[in-house]
């Protein structure tokens, strides 16, 4: 009982002059507060940058603590440093930049002494973006229907880029995005084309936190003809009517395809190739579609209405054209050009102005006001009329340069050239010879052209 009155005095007199005792151990807890900052300047991916820590209090740097330092690899801190500040309370560790931002986020902690508080920080070390090139390379030409590679190199000095490139093409003024694709390990990604006219291609690729954007120059691809282009006198003369070029052609080969005539093309007929009291109707008369050699070289896709007892003479010759890569000028239907009220059906003056090559146009011959045309029984087929003209009694048209000049592959001034040859192989025969020279006529079955009343004794274009 003495000893506890004892002890119960000496904690009433430490009480009395002021001092506190800690619950079980006596020690004092850290009174000073501490501070810790990072900094770095920014680097690129790959270089190493200072990182910096300072330590101190309220009144002075904190020299010689130990500190620790970590960096952040994917979802977990790893041990980077362990650092003593110096006279100063910094200290320095380098630090080699990843590619990923999130990987270059450091950590520092000090654990604190009997007087200065624990502490700990985070920093971002900034990620300065290199600068790289994109290169879009490929041949300078495409031969039309087929497809070439052209090639993006993303590099940022002599290392590669992995990344998105998009393929970009030039149309109507801007540039438009035709296809994106990721790079391989060396940095390169190939995009295949088959543009059908000239173009101009480029490829871009985004800013990467490690990487500045990019775009390569344009480069040009020139579409090139799969035939040989017609060479023309450099004197002869052009077309007086303009066209543009037809649509290019359709699958492989000619590609005939006939069929009944469909709505939209008769109600452009009507009114202007086909009208009332015509000898034949809608029922009598076919369509073809069929592919043939421009003069451009290129392959196209023309139309001829014909009857349907000689469409079939008319596909199989234009087909032979085809592939002995015989030239058509153009090939549309004789209705784009309008109504003719001199000659009462289609514009067939336009036409031949033109170098059309047509067939059924229910008219009256060209210069004989009152006689019907053979064409307008739709068994009559015009081919390349610019430069194989017809004499009337009116003049000539379309010109008449061309009746004194002939061309192997388009113009004809006998029967043994290539495309007269031919017509009559598949019964069309070149009724009025150098007096119609575009003209042919379609055999009945017995091998007889039968011509209306009035053009059996006179040309009857």
């Given at each position: 009982?003495?000893?506890?009155?004892?002890?119960?005095?000496?904690?009433?007199?430490?009480?009395?002059?002021?001092?506190?005792?800690?619950?079980?151990?006596?020690?004092?807890?850290?009174?000073?507060?501490?501070?810790?900052?990072?900094?770095?300047?920014?680097?690129?991916?790959?270089?190493?940058?200072?990182?910096?820590?300072?330590?101190?209090?309220?009144?002075?740097?904190?020299?010689?603590?130990?500190?620790?330092?970590?960096?952040?690899?994917?979802?977990?801190?790893?041990?980077?440093?362990?650092?003593?500040?110096?006279?100063?309370?910094?200290?320095?560790?380098?630090?080699t930049l990843a590619r990923d931002p999130a990987d270059n986020r450091v950590r520092a902690r000090y654990d604190g002494d009997e007087t200065h508080a624990?502490?700990?920080?985070?920093?971002?070390?900034?990620?300065?973006?290199?600068?790289?090139?994109?290169?879009?390379?490929?041949?300078?030409?495409?031969?039309?229907?087929?497809?070439?590679?052209?090639?993006?190199?993303?590099?940022?000095?002599?290392?590669?880029?992995?990344?998105?490139?998009?393929?970009?093409?030039?149309?109507?003024?801007?540039?438009?995005?035709?296809?994106?694709?990721?790079?391989?390990?060396?940095?390169?990604?190939?995009?295949?084309?088959?543009?059908?006219?000239?173009?101009?291609w480029r490829a871009v690729a985004p800013a990467q936190p490690w990487v500045e954007r990019a775009r390569s120059a344009a480069h040009r691809l020139d579409?090139?003809?799969?035939?040989?282009?017609?060479?023309?006198?450099?004197?002869?003369?052009?077309?007086?009517?303009?066209?543009?070029?037809?649509?290019?052609?359709?699958?492989?080969?000619?590609?005939?395809?006939?069929?009944?005539?469909?709505?939209?093309?008769?109600?452009?007929?009507?009114?202007?190739?086909?009208?009332?009291?015509?000898?034949?109707?809608?029922?009598?008369?076919?369509?073809?579609?069929?592919?043939?050699?421009?003069?451009?070289?290129?392959?196209?896709?023309?139309?001829?209405?014909?009857?349907?007892?000689?469409?079939?003479?008319?596909?199989?010759?234009?087909?032979?054209?085809?592939?002995?890569?015989?030239?058509?000028?153009?090939?549309?239907?004789?209705?784009?050009?309008?109504?003719?009220?001199?000659?009462?059906?289609?514009?067939?003056?336009?036409?031949?102005?033109?170098?059309?090559?047509?067939?059924?146009?229910?008219?009256?011959?060209?210069?004989?006001?009152?006689?019907?045309?053979?064409?307008?029984?739709?068994?009559?087929?015009?081919?390349?009329?610019?430069?194989?003209?017809?004499?009337?009694?009116?003049?000539?048209?379309?010109?008449?340069?061309?009746?004194?000049?002939?061309?192997?592959?388009?113009?004809?001034?006998?029967?043994?050239?290539?495309?007269?040859?031919?017509?009559?192989?598949?019964?069309?025969?070149?009724?009025?010879?150098?007096?119609?020279?575009?003209?042919?006529?379609?055999?009945v079955r017995d091998g007889r052209v039968v011509l209306p009343r009035g053009c059996r004794e006179r040309v009857c274009h």
């Amino acid at each position: 009982m003495q000893r506890i009155g004892i002890l119960g005095s000496v904690l009433l007199l430490l009480a009395s002059l002021g001092v506190a005792l800690a619950p079980g151990a006596g020690a004092a807890e850290p009174t000073e507060p501490t501070s810790l900052t990072i900094e770095a300047p920014a680097a690129v991916e790959g270089n190493q940058t200072p990182v910096t820590v300072s330590l101190g209090d309220a009144s002075a740097p904190l020299p010689g603590a130990a500190i620790v330092l970590e960096r952040r690899n994917g979802d977990a801190w790893e041990h980077l440093a362990d650092l003593v500040t110096d006279e100063s309370g910094t200290a320095v560790a380098e630090l080699t930049l990843a590619r990923d931002p999130a990987d270059n986020r450091v950590r520092a902690r000090y654990d604190g002494d009997e007087t200065h508080a624990a502490t700990s920080a985070t920093y971002q070390v900034p990620l300065r973006r290199r600068s790289s090139r994109l290169r879009l390379t490929g041949p300078a030409k495409i031969v039309d229907e087929t497809t070439v590679r052209l090639t993006a190199r993303w590099r940022t000095g002599s290392k590669p880029v992995p990344g998105e490139v998009s393929l970009q093409r030039r149309r109507d003024g801007r540039w438009h995005t035709t296809a994106t694709r990721r790079t391989g390990a060396d940095g390169e990604v190939s995009f295949k084309v088959g543009p059908r006219e000239d173009s101009r291609w480029r490829a871009v690729a985004p800013a990467q936190p490690w990487v500045e954007r990019a775009r390569s120059a344009a480069h040009r691809l020139d579409n090139v003809p799969p035939g040989t282009p017609v060479s023309l006198p450099a004197n002869a003369p052009a077309p007086r009517r303009k066209l543009p070029p037809q649509r290019r052609a359709v699958g492989s080969g000619a590609n005939a395809v006939i069929s009944t005539i469909p709505n939209k093309v008769w109600r452009q007929m009507k009114g202007r190739s086909w009208h009332r009291g015509c000898p034949v109707g809608r029922a009598g008369l076919r369509l073809l579609r069929i592919n043939y050699w421009g003069y451009d070289g290129y392959r196209h896709r023309g139309e001829v209405v014909a009857a349907a007892g000689a469409v079939g003479q008319m596909s199989g010759a234009l087909a032979e054209m085809y592939r002995r890569e015989l030239p058509i000028r153009s090939m549309y239907r004789v209705d784009r050009f309008g109504w003719s009220a001199k000659l009462r059906g289609a514009d067939d003056y336009a036409s031949m102005a033109a170098g059309n090559t047509s067939a059924f146009n229910c008219r009256e011959v060209v210069g004989r006001p009152g006689v019907r045309s053979p064409h307008a029984y739709g068994r009559a087929l015009d081919v390349n009329t610019w430069e194989n003209p017809y004499r009337s009694p009116q003049g000539v048209f379309p010109n008449r340069w061309w009746l004194s000049h002939s061309h192997p592959r388009v113009a004809w001034r006998s029967r043994s050239h290539p495309v007269v040859a031919l017509m009559s192989r598949h019964g069309l025969r070149w009724t009025y010879g150098l007096s119609d020279i575009h003209h042919f006529d379609a055999a009945v079955r017995d091998g007889r052209v039968v011509l209306p009343r009035g053009c059996r004794e006179r040309v009857c274009h």
